[in-house]
């Protein structure tokens, strides 16, 4: 053997060799070192179901902020009509005025009732951002207080509707 067949053969026997793992199925986990750990089927199956319990919460609350939004848009634009144009003068009393202002600012008060719900109106990619940031407990906690928002929500719509009905009877009758 020549120098150089000898120097190669040492050189690879003093070269720590990755240990061959047996494959995993995709998907699998790995530990740090490479090693497949192995999950229960069961394991996954309420993971599975605890993530649909989360997608499914986390999907409501974005619904709840789109629905709060667009109520909370049509308040402005009635509040708006209220101040700008004589055809809304009839409305402009503390009456009228107060239910929708305190509609809104109920909506407001809520969302900054907690991080959850703030974040649902600030970020455009809630779902993801939610999943990054909070553990699923406290996804699932505060995902239960749409109620809340629903509430808030259809009396906001209620006092909007109202609203406008009576602006329609006031141009209806002379």
């Not at 605890?50 to 634009?77: F, G, I, N, P, Y």
């Not at 409305?91 to 909506?107: D, H, P, S, V, Y």
């Not at 703030?118 to 455009?124: D, E, K, R, V, Y």
């Amino acid at each position: 053997m020549d120098a150089t067949a000898e120097g190669a053969t040492r050189a690879d026997a003093e070269t720590p060799q990755k240990p061959i793992l047996p494959e995993a199925s995709a998907g699998s986990k790995r530990r740090k070192g490479g090693e497949p750990i192995e999950v229960d089927s069961q394991d996954k199956d309420a993971e599975k179901e605890k993530r649909k319990h989360v997608t499914k919460a986390v999907t409501a609350a974005v619904t709840l902020k789109k629905e709060a939004m667009l109520a909370s848009q049509t308040c402005a634009d009635i509040l708006s009509q209220i101040g700008n144009n004589g055809d809304w003068a009839w409305a402009n009393n503390e009456k009228t005025l107060g239910c929708l202002r305190e509609c809104r600012q109920a909506i407001e008060d809520f969302k900054k009732s907690s991080d959850f719900w703030s974040q649902n109106f600030l970020q455009a990619q809630f779902a993801q951002y939610a999943r990054r940031t909070w553990d699923d407990k406290y996804v699932l906690t505060e995902a239960a207080r749409g109620g809340e928002l629903d509430k808030l929500n259809r009396a906001m719509g209620r006092a909007n509707d109202k609203t406008q009905r009576m602006h329609q009877q006031f141009m209806n009758d002379p």
